[in-house]
């Protein structure tokens, strides 16, 4: 068979965002077959079993397909877009005049395949002085993105493929990917007698059969293994003093404090054998070929923040990072950008941070510009005088997918003024004043800012495989429309850089380079991009604009691993624009920068150094001689992981459960010895219940579990309508569970993973 008639883009059930090739049907709208794409040049051909099934994303049966009006008796009804965009435009200024554009909230933005669209909203944020936004990044990262702002000034990432000592910790690639070819990596580590893969994971999870050694922690008590691990190098000679010693500052506090933690009565309160903590105390201690990848089992759980800060010194206590195989600070489009205005935290003598920016009622600790998911119901439900009055939210579900669904719906109800964009009917846009349609990630052109990937980091920009679907629009002509209607710039104003713009890239350069002098034009650059580079671009690649202004930084921060990548410019104007060129003309992929080990880019500015010491993590590093773990009770003494990431299971991407070729939608994990003591027995109907809900299950009995715990799939109990169009429910909704509070202290992100649960049989 030949590859004619396919066509390339990317897989969007992930985050790892595949390169695929994929056939259309007559019509040219059916996805028929989908292959691993060859020429993406970091997936090169991979796909996981999920891949086939995109059809199901693009041709949902409650796709969208026309702005939608809330009526009087609370159904909805069709609106044109020019009635759609007047009036959402005149109740948020309503809102802005009676109580300020700060009460307005924006929420998502992006999802796993689709950042494109959201890059133009924060024009239209800027329009309407909103100052508070969120998304799902704020109920899983924000704990990494505080810690490993602090310490390393920036995110990291592991080389996989070839580090010599992999470890990951509350994460399951083999079933969530996140690594680029996961399965071929996790695979070539395990097979391989000189390399070492080391799983934390109470259960012995897909990823833990495969590793040579297997931490069985119990749920939620990593923090404990971890510093075990910690205070046995230290111990006995294993951290390598010298490499902190010239890398970095405020080491000897850390170092003292793990000199005296008490590793056997740490590792034995994780469940963990004393000498598996030696074994890999041992490995760590030997090398500085060191990947740590960590996620949602801990970041989801007890403890979160301290565990990503604890992990941190896992690989740079043996001095593992900067270097060859070793971890580095991640370089992508955004991260460019956000280097170049982040303003690094104001930090005390003690190693504490102060002056941060925090939320209007609560007073919630804001990360990286994002306020944490777990807060938002309390800043509208509450008579505070700054509580939120409306919100726009794009491109997420959160009523389905952030913790306590009863509490969001409340308070979403509460709002004065709700307006979703989505593709399809979502649990959200439900309870929405106005919804709008848009296009879906194969009607138009997409693209994720998560690769993360070093030392060559790429950059995927797709092409529309098809035309929209009628009634539909993409994001940024939604959102430039919205900035016309709340009337920003006068007719006119942009056409000196438009008429630039047509005369080619280094004409529109030269021209943008004085304009951006103009604070109007840097606050809007989005929009004035798509409105003015936008018309230009070929094949209707409008959308594409955003990405001039992010190459352009990309290009001025890290010159020289733009070029090591094959793109070329003698200044940065020329750089940037050959960049933008090159990804607009490879629509499987572009590697964009080539980083070298030791690269000075690696090395927070401006001291050059890593800030070991975090006062608050300290504190919390005491705290853990308390040995205190949220308590099972009589009441509930099970675990339940609410929201597991399994063969089938697509965030709420997917919402036709015909998608799923295994899988129970409504399965719930349980050890049989668990169920056996309960009286239950495989296949058995129960009643899962927390303190904020119940949920009827039907059992599969699991060994790989640790006993007294339970799990249950993510992103299920969707709403979808049946062939007649009625709409059925179907498994359960993790988050009918899952309690608001249950949060970490730090950072507001919930604890899916550590849910207090128990089971009852239904006789
Ligand atoms: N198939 C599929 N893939 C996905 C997604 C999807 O919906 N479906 N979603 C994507 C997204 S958004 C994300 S964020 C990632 C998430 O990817 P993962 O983090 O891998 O997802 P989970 O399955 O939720 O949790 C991972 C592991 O944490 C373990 N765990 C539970 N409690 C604990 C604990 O106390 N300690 C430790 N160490 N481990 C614990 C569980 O047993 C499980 O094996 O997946 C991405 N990939
Ligand atoms: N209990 C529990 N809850 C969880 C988790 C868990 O493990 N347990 N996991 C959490 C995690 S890690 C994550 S990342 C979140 C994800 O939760 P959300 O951020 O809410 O994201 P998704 O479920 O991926 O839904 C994305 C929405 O985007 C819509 N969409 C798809 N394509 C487009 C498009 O092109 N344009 C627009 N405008 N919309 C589009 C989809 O229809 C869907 O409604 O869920 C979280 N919720
Ligand atoms: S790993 Fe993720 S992006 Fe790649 S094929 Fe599987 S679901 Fe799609
Ligand atoms: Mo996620």
Same mark, same amino acid.
């Given at each position: 068979?030949?590859?004619?008639?396919?066509?390339?883009?990317?897989?969007?059930?992930?985050?790892?965002?595949?390169?695929?090739?994929?056939?259309?049907?007559?019509?040219?709208?059916?996805?028929?077959? /989908?292959?691993?794409?060859?020429?993406?040049?970091?997936?090169?051909?991979?796909?996981?079993?999920?891949?086939?099934?995109?059809?199901?994303?693009?041709?949902?049966?409650?796709?969208?397909?026309?702005?939608?009006?809330?009526?009087?008796?609370?159904?909805?009804?069709?609106?044109?877009?020019?009635?759609?965009?007047?009036?959402?435009?005149?109740?948020?200024?309503?809102?802005?005049?009676?109580?300020?554009?700060?009460?307005?909230?924006?929420?998502?933005?992006?999802?796993?395949? $689709? !950042?494109?669209?959201?890059?133009?909203?924060?024009?239209?944020? %800027?329009?309407?002085?909103?100052?508070?936004?969120?998304?799902?990044?704020?109920?899983?990262?924000?704990?990494?993105?505080?810690?490993?702002?602090?310490?390393?000034?920036?995110?990291?990432?592991?080389?996989?493929?070839?580090?010599?000592?992999?470890?990951?910790?509350?994460?399951?690639?083999?079933?969530?990917?996140?690594?680029?070819?996961?399965?071929?990596?996790?695979? $070539?580590?395990?097979?391989?007698?000189?390399?070492?893969?080391?799983?934390?994971?109470?259960?012995?999870? +897909?990823? *833990?059969?495969? @590793?040579?050694?297997?931490?069985?922690?119990?749920?939620?008590?990593?923090?404990?293994?971890?510093?075990?691990?910690?205070?046995?190098?230290?111990?006995?000679?294993?951290?390598?003093?010298?490499?902190?010693?010239?890398?970095?500052?405020?080491?000897?506090?850390?170092?003292?404090?793990?000199?005296?933690?008490?590793?056997?009565?740490?590792?034995?309160?994780?469940?963990?054998?004393?000498?598996?903590?030696?074994?890999?105390?041992?490995?760590?201690?030997?090398?500085?070929?060191?990947?740590?990848?960590?996620?949602?089992?801990?970041?989801?759980?007890?403890?979160?923040?301290?565990?990503?800060?604890?992990?941190?010194?896992?690989?740079?206590?043996?001095?593992?990072?900067?270097?060859?195989?070793?971890?580095?600070?991640?370089?992508?489009?955004?991260?460019? *950008?956000?280097?170049?205005?982040?303003?690094?935290?104001?930090?005390?003598?003690?190693?504490?941070?102060?002056?941060?920016?925090?939320?209007?009622?609560?007073?919630?600790?804001?990360?990286?510009?994002?306020?944490?998911?777990?807060?938002?119901?309390?800043?509208?439900?509450?008579?505070?005088?700054?509580?939120?009055?409306?919100?726009?939210?794009?491109?997420?579900?959160?009523?389905?997918?952030?913790?306590?669904?009863?509490?969001?719906?409340?308070?979403?109800?509460?709002?004065?003024?709700?307006?979703?964009?989505?593709?399809?009917?979502?649990?959200?846009?439900?309870?929405?004043?106005?919804?709008?349609?848009?296009?879906?990630?194969?009607?138009?052109?997409?693209?994720?800012?998560?690769?993360?990937?070093?030392? +060559?980091?790429?950059?995927?920009?797709?092409?529309?495989?098809?035309?929209?679907?009628?009634?539909?629009?993409?994001?940024?002509?939604?959102?430039?429309?919205? /900035?016309?209607?709340?009337?920003?710039?006068?007719?006119?104003?942009?056409?000196?850089?438009?008429?630039?713009?047509?005369?080619?890239?280094?004409?529109? *350069?030269?021209?943008?380079?004085?304009?951006?002098?103009?604070? %109007?034009?840097?606050?809007?650059?989005?929009?004035?991009?798509?409105?003015?580079?936008?018309?230009?671009?070929?094949?209707?690649?409008?959308?594409? @604009?955003?990405?001039?202004?992010?190459?352009?930084?990309?290009?001025?921060?890290?010159?020289?691993?733009?070029?090591?990548?094959?793109?070329?410019?003698?200044?940065?104007?020329?750089?940037?624009?050959?960049?933008?060129?090159?990804?607009?003309?490879?629509?499987?992929?572009?590697?964009?920068?080539?980083?070298?080990?030791?690269?000075?880019?690696?090395?927070?500015?401006?001291?050059? %150094?890593?800030?070991?010491?975090?006062?608050?993590?300290?504190?919390?590093?005491?705290?853990?001689?308390?040995?205190?773990?949220?308590?099972?009770?009589?009441?509930?003494?099970?675990?339940?992981?609410?929201?597991?990431?399994?063969?089938?299971?697509?965030?709420?991407?997917?919402?036709?459960?015909?998608?799923?070729?295994?899988?129970?939608?409504?399965?719930?994990?349980? !050890?049989?010895?668990? @169920?056996?003591?309960?009286?239950?027995?495989?296949?058995?109907?129960?009643?899962? /219940?927390?303190?904020?809900?119940?949920?009827? /299950?039907?059992?599969?009995?699991?060994?790989?579990?640790?006993?007294?715990?339970?799990?249950?799939?993510?992103?299920?109990?969707?709403?979808?309508?049946?062939?007649?169009?009625?709409?059925?429910?179907?498994?359960?909704?993790?988050?009918?569970?899952?309690?608001?509070?249950?949060?970490?202290?730090?950072?507001?992100?919930?604890?899916?993973?550590?849910?207090?649960?128990?089971?009852?049989?239904?006789?």
């Amino acid at each position: 068979m030949t590859n004619q008639n396919f066509k390339p883009t990317a897989c969007n059930i992930c985050y790892a965002n595949c390169g695929v090739i994929v056939q259309l049907d007559e019509t040219g709208r059916q996805i028929v077959k /989908v292959r691993g794409d060859k020429s993406h040049p970091v997936s090169r051909g991979y796909i996981c079993n999920k891949a086939a099934r995109l059809n199901y994303y693009q041709n949902g049966r409650d796709r969208l397909a026309s702005p939608l009006r809330r009526k009087d008796d609370g159904s909805f009804e069709p609106v044109d877009w020019d009635t759609a965009i007047k009036e959402i435009a005149d109740e948020f200024s309503r809102i802005r005049e009676s109580y300020g554009g700060d009460k307005i909230m924006y929420y998502g933005g992006g999802g796993q395949g $689709n !950042h494109l669209g959201g890059s133009y909203s924060g024009s239209v944020q %800027k329009a309407l002085g909103m100052k508070y936004r969120s998304n799902a990044i704020a109920q899983e990262k924000t704990g990494k993105a505080w810690t490993s702002n602090r310490v390393l000034g920036g995110g990291w990432h592991g080389d996989f493929e070839v580090c010599d000592v992999a470890i990951i910790v509350g994460k399951n690639p083999w079933q969530s990917n996140g690594i680029q070819r996961a399965r071929v990596v996790i695979r $070539n580590i395990s097979k391989d007698p000189d390399r070492t893969l080391i799983v934390m994971d109470p259960r012995v999870s +897909e990823t *833990a059969e495969l @590793a040579d050694i297997h931490l069985a922690v119990k749920p939620g008590s990593d923090v404990w293994c971890i510093t075990a691990i910690l205070g046995y190098m230290v111990q006995n000679g294993l951290a390598n003093l010298d490499w902190l010693q010239v890398h970095t500052t405020g080491y000897e506090r850390v170092l003292e404090q793990l000199a005296s933690a008490d590793v056997e009565g740490y590792a034995a309160f994780a469940g963990i054998d004393i000498v598996q903590i030696i074994q890999v105390a041992t490995l760590l201690g030997g090398t500085n070929r060191i990947g740590v990848y960590e996620d949602l089992g801990v970041e989801m759980a007890p403890y979160s923040t301290l565990c990503t800060y604890l992990n941190i010194l896992l690989f740079l206590i043996p001095g593992g990072y900067g270097n060859e195989g070793g971890m580095h600070l991640t370089t992508g489009l955004v991260s460019a *950008a956000a280097s170049g205005g982040a303003r690094p935290a104001d930090i005390d003598e003690e190693g504490y941070e102060y002056g941060y920016r925090v939320t209007p009622v609560t007073g919630a600790r804001i990360i990286n510009g994002l306020m944490p998911c777990n807060s938002i119901p309390e800043e509208i439900l509450s008579d505070h005088p700054d509580r939120f009055r409306a919100m726009l939210i794009e491109s997420a579900n959160p009523i389905h997918s952030l913790a306590d669904s009863q509490k969001f719906r409340k308070a979403f109800e509460a709002l004065e003024f709700l307006v979703v964009i989505d593709v399809a009917m979502t649990e959200t846009a439900m309870v929405a004043d106005y919804v709008l349609p848009a296009s879906s990630q194969y009607e138009k052109y997409e693209a994720t800012f998560f690769p993360t990937e070093f030392p +060559e980091n790429f950059f995927h920009l797709r092409k529309p495989l098809m035309a929209p679907k009628q009634g539909t629009l993409e994001e940024a002509e939604m959102h430039a429309r919205l /900035v016309e209607a709340l009337k920003v710039f006068e007719p006119g104003e942009l056409t000196p850089l438009a008429e630039a713009a047509r005369q080619g890239l280094d004409a529109f *350069a030269e021209a943008m380079l004085p304009a951006m002098e103009d604070r %109007k034009i840097r606050t809007y650059l989005p929009y004035v991009l798509y409105r003015t580079l936008g018309p230009t671009l070929a094949d209707g690649a409008a959308s594409a @604009a955003s990405l001039w202004g992010l190459c352009l930084l990309l290009s001025m921060s890290y010159p020289n691993a733009v070029r090591a990548a094959g793109h070329e410019g003698s200044s940065s104007l020329t750089l940037g624009n050959s960049l933008f060129q090159a990804i607009l003309d490879n629509p499987s992929g572009v590697i964009i920068l080539k980083q070298a080990a030791g690269d000075a880019s690696q090395w927070r500015k401006p001291d050059g %150094k890593l800030h070991l010491l975090m006062g608050e993590m300290s504190d919390e590093i005491d705290y853990l001689a308390k040995y205190r773990l949220p308590t099972r009770t009589d009441k509930f003494p099970l675990i339940l992981s609410a929201g597991e990431r399994r063969l089938y299971t697509a965030n709420t991407l997917i919402r036709d459960p015909e998608w799923m070729k295994s899988n129970n939608p409504t399965s719930l994990f349980v !050890h049989p010895d668990d @169920a056996s003591g309960l009286g239950i027995e495989e296949s058995a109907r129960a009643n899962l /219940v927390t303190k904020r809900g119940r949920a009827e /299950v039907v059992v599969e009995l699991d060994h790989r579990l640790q006993r007294g715990t339970v799990a249950l799939p993510n992103g299920l109990g969707l709403l979808y309508p049946d062939k007649d169009g009625l709409n059925e429910i179907f498994g359960v909704a993790p988050n009918d569970l899952t309690d608001i509070d249950d949060r970490d202290p730090w950072v507001g992100t919930p604890w899916h993973k550590f849910v207090r649960a128990r089971l009852e049989a239904i006789r």
